[in-house]
């Protein structure tokens, strides 16, 4: 797993796995962001299995999907729900990272 620092409070990665949840935890985020849709590539981690494991370390899960559609306000909205509020550093993740990259410019255009 590689972690992509953007800013003090944004990292993001490509898909994680639910054994990656402990080493998220140790490098110090308190929060869990999944922009990637489930079912999109066979054997992808659903989100709901990353938000079990979340759970079980004691870490916000969020389920804020971008498939590859534009970037509709609702969903604009949603992700800067997340990333503006009070959750501590939030690690998002998607299938390479790059959705997740979108998604920060946008809020911040």
């Not at 620092?5 to 110090?28: E, L, M």
């Not at 922009?35 to 992808?44: H, K, L, S, V, Y």
């Not at 997340?82 to 990272?97: K, S």
Request: with cysteine.
């Amino acid at each position: 797993m590689q972690i992509y620092k953007v800013t003090d409070n944004y990292s993001v990665s490509g898909q994680i796995s639910a054994s990656d949840v402990a080493q998220i935890k140790a490098s110090g985020f308190n929060c869990i962001m999944c922009n990637r849709p489930d079912g999109e590539e066979f054997g992808q981690p659903t989100a709901e299995n990353i938000r079990t494991a979340a759970e079980n370390h004691g870490i916000k899960f969020f389920y804020v999907p971008f498939g590859h559609t534009r970037i509709s306000q609702e969903l604009l909205t949603e992700f800067c729900d997340v990333i503006n509020g009070d959750h501590g550093p939030v690690f998002a993740y998607c299938r390479t990272g790059n959705r997740c990259g979108m998604l920060w410019n946008a809020a911040h255009s």
